[in-house]
Structure formats: C-alpha cells, structure tokens
C-alpha cells in the first residue's frame, strides 16, 4: 500500500503497511544506517524486544555513548533522548514520538526554575535526572534514584542544597540522610497514582508477596514496601530474592523483563487510584514499533540541542560521575 505522510512541528507520522514484519525491518534498517536503539523499562514489550539496549534512562544513555552508532534511537521520551543527544553530540538521536513527554520534567520549567534558584543563591543544586536540558544546566549536580542519597551524603552537613524536580525523592533522600532540602515541588504522574487502600486489599490476597517501589512513590507507600529502589535494582531484587510472588509499585513495563529473568515468580502491577485499573505511563505509551520503525527509516524526529547548552548541562552530569568515581558507586 502506498504511505500517506505527514509532517507537523517535527513530528513524523506515517501509515505502515500491516503486511511488513516490523522487526525483521527494524533490524535491516540498523544494519544499513549504523543505529542503535535504547528502549526503557517502562516501553511496550515489543520494543524492548527489538532494543540493542534497555535499562534506566542515563545507563542507556551511557551505553549508546561507548558505541560506533551514527543513530541512536531513543525508546523513551523527551528528556532521556536530550541526555542521550547531550553525551554523544556527534551522533544524530531521534524520538519514535517527539510528543512523549514528562509530567515530572514538565513540572519543572527552567525560566521558573530559575527564579527559584535565584532566590536561594547560597544553595547548591542538584537534580534528579529525569529533567530537561535547560535544568541540567542550571544544575550544580545531577544524581539518579540509585546515587542520590550517596551523593547528597558526600556533601558538607552544612551545605544548603536546593533538590529537584522531583519532591517524592527528595523527601525519601531527607529521611535517609537526616537533610533538610528545599524541594522543587514536582512528581510524576504514574508514581502518585498508587491507592494504598487497593494495596493492602491485594495484600491480603497475597500475604507472601513482597512490596517493591521506586523511590518517586509517595512518602505513605515508601512507609509500607519491603524493598525501595530503581527500576534496575527493583528488577535485580526481584531475581536475585527468593520470593516467589511481588506487587510491583512503578510503571508496570519493567515487569515484563521481570517476568523474562524470573518466569516461574509471579509480578503483580500495584493498583492505581483510578477507574481503569492501569498504572502505565501515557507519554513512555507513545511509542509504538511503528513509530520506531518510521523514525529509523526516515530518521526523524531529531533531537536538536544548542551546543551551548549541551556544554553547561553536561558538565552537571560529569559532577555526579567523578563524586560517584570517588565514592565507589
């Protein structure tokens, strides 16, 4: 069939011919352009199938940095492909979907932001990862979920810190460290939208099941998991313990990496406050294989940074790198 294409604000959508065997497609297209392509946790299984690379934001964006790929192919949504653009400036990244954002990202706009710090000019900042370019930049240190208490520890006591964007962790940070931090009153959607009430409920059901939550959870949840961690280390926990049944408090994509590392332990999606019962997060949703293979095929939509900018937000991510060099992380 013949694609009808249209092209509006950088986005690229075309029909795809039902007929094509999308990964055997997907797979000739990398060999032909050199691309790679990094996919998420929290993607549609299907896509992380077809991925050289899944994992956590940064650690993709890392890996896609030590390869020879010309194209980096960004399963994820719109901060994760600046970061990928930011580490390999030389390498063209694109987005299946340039409209998958962020509701924490989005929460934190850098001309608001940075009214904020101005009125706190005595105080270091340091952000969680998943922000935009334009707060990596008015960042003194980036951290991930797995560092941050460390490298909040590696800090003078005395050091006022501003944290963002991202409330929930930095609350769990507080309490873990004894700080007292000016948090940026952001969160993300997904991991607010837990029920505590349906928690417990599904708690009975499973009295053995183990309680595992990502960090950007609510303080009242965090009160109630077994084990707190990323998403990585939810996934390691989950291998590595010999529990046989878990309730799962984040985006219910990691499960199914769960579900392939351990496939005789069963993974229960903790249940959201909401009437359809689903905790998947609509922007990481976005992507579709489609939507991958046309963005590989037509190598668009690119993600474009300043070089200017690329230079002052790299050099917050550098920060976290040495002290977590130093610390051993």
Not at 128 to 145: E, G, R
Not at 211 to 216: D, K, R, T, Y
């Amino acid at each position: 069939m013949n694609s009808v294409e249209v092209i509006k604000k950088g986005f690229l959508d075309k029909e795809v011919d039902v007929s094509l065997d999308l990964f055997a497609e997907i797979e000739k297209l990398k060999r032909e352009k050199n691309a790679v392509i990094l996919a998420h946790y929290y993607q549609h299984a299907d896509i992380q199938d077809i991925a050289d690379y899944i994992g956590d934001s940064l650690g993709l964006s890392q890996q896609a940095a030590k390869t020879k790929a010309d194209i980096i192919v960004f399963a994820g949504v719109h901060f994760m492909a600046e970061t990928a653009k930011i580490l390999s400036p030389g390498k063209k990244v694109i987005l299946p979907d340039l409209k998958a954002g962020c509701s924490l990202a989005d929460s934190c706009t850098a001309e608001a932001f940075s009214e904020f710090k101005a009125q706190h000019p005595d105080h270091l900042v340091i952000s969680y990862v998943n922000c935009s370019a334009q707060i990596k930049a008015l960042t003194d240190i980036v951290c991930t979920s797995t560092n941050a208490v460390k490298i909040v520890e590696s800090l003078p006591a005395n050091q006022k810190i501003i944290f963002a964007p991202d409330k929930n962790l930095g609350n769990y940070i507080n309490k873990k460290t004894g700080r007292n931090m000016l948090l940026w009153n952001g969160a993300c959607m997904v991991h607010e939208i837990f029920s505590l009430q349906k928690i417990l409920k599904l708690k009975l059901v499973h009295p053995e099941a183990k309680l595992i939550a990502h960090p950007e959870c609510e303080a009242s949840l965090l009160e109630m998991a077994d084990f707190i961690g990323s998403t990585t280390a939810l996934l390691k926990y989950t291998i590595n313990q010999p529990h046989q049944e878990f309730i799962v408090a984040t985006e219910a994509g990691i499960i199914h990496q769960m579900q392939k590392s351990s496939p005789k332990k069963t993974f229960i999606p903790a249940p959201p406050n909401n009437s359809c019962a689903c905790n998947d997060c609509p922007h990481m949703k976005l992507n579709t294989l489609e939507k991958v293979y046309t963005c590989l095929k037509y190598e668009t939509p690119e993600i474009y940074l300043d070089e200017t900018l690329i230079k002052q937000a790299e050099g917050s991510i550098h920060r976290m790198l040495e002290i977590s060099e130093k610390l051993g992380l």
